[in-house]
Structure formats: structure tokens, C-alpha cells
């Protein structure tokens, strides 16, 4: 078992940035693939994006280059650069982790609030 905490979230304007981090806790950090996904109003949760316990990353296509997710085993964080923001990106982020990357044991976080507006 594992617990994540989201954090970073808050109010910034268009074209700002944020750091968003999530920190785990509970068992080995290395064994899960970790993700990120978000969810905005009236909208289902989609994959952001994702990284291997060996630093492989996954983009969701709406991400644009606008998103760097990045991770240190030895601090059990993963973190998400997001650069550019705009208004669609306001949503609830959730850190998730899947042990293994198995799709089997999957643990998620309360999700931190990203809001873009001026």
C-alpha cells in the first residue's frame, strides 16, 4: 500500500507556470509506474502523463510540450512542470500510482486544484 499527497496547486494567470509534486509514502516507491491525469469540470479524469520507475515518460497529446513530469526514487516524489498554462487547464490534479504498471494495484491521491484565469 501506498499514500501520495498532491501539492503545488493554486490560482496563476494565463501563460503562467506551476511545479505541481506528489509525495509517497507507505511502501517502495521505485516499483510503481506514476502518473498523472486531471480532471476538469463537467469532464472525466485523462492521463497527463506518466513515467517508469527507469525515467520512461508518456505525454498525453494534449499536453503539447507544455508538460514535464519527472520523479526521484530516492525522495519518493514525482513532480509535474507545467508551462504555459491556459484556461483548459483548469482542472483537479491526482497523482497515481500503479505498482508494477500492471494496471492490478492502482493508488490515488486527493488531487490538488490548478485553476487558469485573469
Known amino acids: 500500500q501506498v499514500q501520495l499527497a498532491e501539492s503545488g496547486g493554486g490560482l496563476v494567470q494565463p501563460g503562467g507556470s506551476l511545479r505541481l509534486s506528489c509525495a509517497a509514502s507507505?511502501?517502495?516507491?521505485?516499483?510503481?509506474?506514476m502518473g498523472w491525469y486531471r480532471q476538469a469540470p463537467g469532464k472525466e479524469r485523462e492521463l497527463v502523463a506518466t513515467i517508469s520507475s527507469g525515467g520512461r515518460t508518456n505525454y498525453a497529446d494534449s499536453a503539447e510540450g507544455r508538460f514535464t513530469i519527472s520523479r526521484d526514487n530516492a525522495k519518493n516524489t514525482v513532480s509535474l512542470q507545467i508551462d504555459s498554462l491556459k484556461p483548459e487547464d483548469t482542472a483537479v490534479y491526482y497523482c497515481?500510482?500503479?505498482?508494477?504498471?500492471?494496471?492490478?494495484?492502482?493508488?490515488w491521491g486527493q488531487g490538488t486544484q490548478v485553476t487558469v484565469s485573469s
Open positions: 507507505g511502501s517502495s516507491f521505485s516499483i510503481y509506474v
Open positions: 497515481k500510482a500503479d505498482r508494477y504498471g500492471l494496471g492490478s494495484w492502482i493508488y
